[in-house]
T-cell receptor
């Protein structure tokens, strides 16, 4: 079983819609959770982090964490074509080691 | 702003050559990491370092070595490059303690 699992997609949404990206993790003791965005040919950039159960909002982005279900998600409201990218979920496990998912490819259709 | 720089954006080498990839960070971070990224495989950890002169193997260290002589600099060495080491190489740094990793721009290496 992989430490962090994401659907690879591709996920396509129309412009203005809500994009929902999901991630599950295996280490129940994980404390820190991150979402990165990666444009084609570029390096990952951090867009959100969350440490506590519940929702965390930053502009059009909302991260949701449910530690009991070992589930973290990212919602993108009012999706724009510039949001088209691969989104990586990352989890810091109990040994302070980072684990990355393989990413979900998102395409926002104008 | 955290800045992580890598010595080259693109590199072409021949099989058997020794290859050096350099990474420098300017935020006094203790932790530095080297990953490779391949389509469908995601980010795979090669080596990491929690302190100067300290290194730990990641998930795929075979064929690679690292050097960390100064806190800000972490070098990845391909002792004898092979075609299966053609990949995107990403360096990252973090302050540890649950903080995020910051990535450099990446080096796209082609081994012929």
């Amino acid at each position: 079983q992989k430490e962090v699992e994401q659907n690879s997609g591709p996920l396509s949404v129309p412009e203005g819609a809500i994009a929902s990206l999901n991630c599950t993790y295996s280490d129940r003791g994980s404390q820190s959770f991150f979402w990165y965005r990666q444009y084609s040919g570029k390096s990952p950039e951090l867009i959100m982090f969350i440490y506590s159960n519940g929702d965390k909002e930053d502009g059009r982005f909302t991260a949701q964490l449910n530690k009991a279900s070992q589930y973290v998600s990212l919602l993108i409201r009012d999706s724009q074509p510039s949001d088209s990218a691969t989104y990586l979920c990352a989890v810091m496990g109990t040994g302070n080691q980072f684990y990355f998912g393989t990413g979900t490819s998102l395409t926002v259709i104008p | 702003d955290v800045k992580v720089t890598q010595s080259s954006r693109y590199l072409v080498k021949r099989t058997g050559e020794k290859v050096f990839l350099e990474c420098v960070q300017d935020m006094d971070h203790e932790n530095m990491f080297w990953y490779r990224q391949d389509p469908g495989l995601g980010l795979r950890l090669i080596y990491f370092s929690y302190d100067v002169k300290m290194k730990e193997k990641g998930d795929i260290p075979e064929g690679y070595s690292v050097s960390r002589e100064k806190k800000e600099r972490f070098s990845l060495i391909l002792e004898s490059a092979s075609t299966n080491q053609t990949s995107m190489y990403l360096c990252a740094s973090s302050s540890g303690g649950g903080e995020t990793q910051y990535f450099g721009p990446g080096t796209r290496l082609l081994v012929l």
